[in-house]
């Protein structure tokens, strides 16, 4: 069933709220405008969406976003449609997300810090040149898009979130591209930046994990303005990260910061966080060496669900997407000191 299938099924008065739908495996994932809709009435319209909706057949779980609010002029959230393409354009600035390590939660922070400061105003798009293990396309909801092409550009895929995209995994099938090696991942990767971003003022670029010939090649190809490297608390990932922002310096990209990412545990009934690993390591290593520290990101079992749902935390409210913004508002006054 498409969009327009499952948003028939609504009353008319839920229905307009409703800026995408999907059914893949059974699983019909909605993004549901919630402006003007206090945190009762939010919870109602949830309720609601998922009561119809999970009476359809063929739907055996229903997953629905909220979007709080749009911020003004950003693009309308489609789902499937191509973003609009502009003949004139301005270049992105782009800042890197990397990480001296896989599975430190990269590509999270990416996705969540694209809609936390898409939220605060700002026209963002997300390159995902991890091409080892693409999961923005999992994470931003756009799993099984190919993006087309004009001329000799690619149009970005716009994702449900109002974010313009492109991934690796929208151009490869997944596990292909392991065995690339540097000249060709740079080229794949000069498709995916180069692309007709229109209006999009910031590209956050999720990197490869580690610091080999491949993050080098980029580095060196598509300077980013800035980086910020994210890390876990524990000692060996610290070290990790410690490289990671060697090789940033060694291509003379200005490091924005250091964020500690599955910072404490917290709990899934009470909220309260808790620190199995110790607590402040990335703060104290940032301090260390003179990185600034952007914050930190509390292991939470609703940040994995929301992401392998393509439901991203910052789009939600609470505590988990409070953190999501304050790294972003962090990165927005070092774009701003930046145009100054
Ligand atoms: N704060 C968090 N709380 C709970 N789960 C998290 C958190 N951050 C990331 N994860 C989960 O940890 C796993 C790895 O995260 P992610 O894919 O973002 O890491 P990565 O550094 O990009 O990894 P890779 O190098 O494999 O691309 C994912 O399943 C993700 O949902």
């Not at 091409?131 to 550009?153: F, H």
């Not at 003022?201 to 980086?227: F, H, I, N, S, W």
Request: aromatic share 4%; with cysteine; net charge neutral.
């Amino acid at each position: 069933m498409d969009q327009d299938g499952l948003k028939a099924r609504l009353p008319g008065s839920v229905a307009h709220r409703v800026q995408s739908a999907k059914l893949t495996g059974g699983i019909a994932t909605l993004v549901v405008g919630a402006d003007g809709l206090d945190a009762a009435a939010r919870q109602a319209l949830e309720a609601a969406i998922k009561d119809v909706i999970g009476g359809v057949e063929g739907v055996s779980q229903v997953r629905v976003a909220m979007m709080a609010d749009r911020a003004p002029g950003a693009p309308p959230a489609t789902g499937t449609t191509a973003a609009p393409a502009v003949k004139t354009e301005k270049k992105p600035l782009i800042i890197a997300v990397g990480s001296g390590k896989g599975g430190v939660g990269k590509s999270t922070l990416t996705a969540n810090l694209a809609v936390a400061l898409m939220r605060a105003g700002r026209k963002v798009g997300v390159v995902d040149a991890d091409i080892y293990g693409p999961s923005q396309p999992t994470i931003l909801a756009t799993k099984g898009e190919r993006p087309q092409a004009e001329g000799d550009k690619l149009i970005p895929i716009a994702s449900p979130f109002g974010i313009p995209m492109l991934s690796m995994g929208h151009l490869v099938e997944p596990g292909k591209a392991i065995a690339w090696r540097g000249p060709m991942a740079g080229n794949a990767l000069g498709q995916l930046i180069d692309a007709r971003w229109g209006d999009v003022e910031v590209l956050l670029v999720d990197l490869p994990p580690g610091t080999g010939d491949v993050q080098l090649t980029m580095l060196q190809r598509y300077k980013p303005a800035g980086a910020v490297i994210v890390s876990t608390p524990q000692d060996l990932a610290l070290i990790d990260a410690q490289r990671a922002a060697n090789l940033f310096d060694s291509g003379k990209v200005p490091i924005i910061g250091l964020v500690e990412n599955m910072a404490g545990y917290a709990c899934p009934h009470c909220g309260e966080v808790s620190d199995p690993f110790g607590r402040g390591g990335v703060e104290a290593a940032a301090e260390a060496t003179g990185i600034p520290f952007m914050g930190r990101i509390p292991l939470a079992i609703e940040i994995r669900e929301q992401s392998d749902a393509g439901t991203p935390t910052a789009a939600g409210e609470g505590p988990q997407a409070d953190a999501f913004a304050a790294i972003a508002a962090q990165l927005a006054r070092w774009l701003d000191a930046k145009a100054a």
